[in-house]
């Protein structure tokens, strides 16, 4: 079974910046799709950022681009997410989570798409 790990979640200020790791383990496929994802309280998670394994294309959500970067380590199978000029409004539970390459398929990402999830790590931006 798929494990994996998210971490890296802190309380910044706006302006600041903070990297989430996503380490994953007893991954059966060579070639999958990983993605970030947050969940605000009361609002609907959504996905942030993905990236293929086996491929270049990244995507990104509107509201980050230009400051979240996706990025991975071939070797270890971890994944990083690195935000720069956090705002209030990123202020969320950030997920880490890994499916089948087809979950990199969509326009964007989908949660139902995945089966294995990170704990989740909590970010907050404060003013």
């Known amino acids: 079974q798929v494990q994996v790990a998210d971490s890296g979640g802190d309380a910044v200020q706006v302006g600041g910046s903070l990297r989430l790791s996503c380490a994953a383990s007893k991954v059966p496929w060579r070639v999958y799709c990983a993605a970030w994802f947050r969940q605000a309280p009361g609002k609907e998670r959504e996905g942030v950022a993905r990236?293929?394994?086996?491929?270049?294309?990244?995507y990104y959500a509107d509201s980050v681009k230009g400051r979240f970067t996706i990025a991975q380590d071939d070797a270890e199978n971890t994944f990083y997410l690195q935000m720069n000029n956090l705002q209030t409004e990123d202020t969320a539970m950030y997920y880490c989570?890994?499916?089948?390459?087809?979950?990199?398929?969509?326009?964007?990402?989908?949660?139902?798409?995945?089966?294995?999830w990170g704990q989740g790590t909590q970010v907050t931006v404060s003013s």
């Open positions: 990236l293929s394994t086996g491929g270049s294309n990244k």
């Open positions: 989570a890994l499916d089948l390459t087809a979950a990199c398929a969509t326009s964007a990402p989908i949660p139902v798409d995945y089966r294995n």
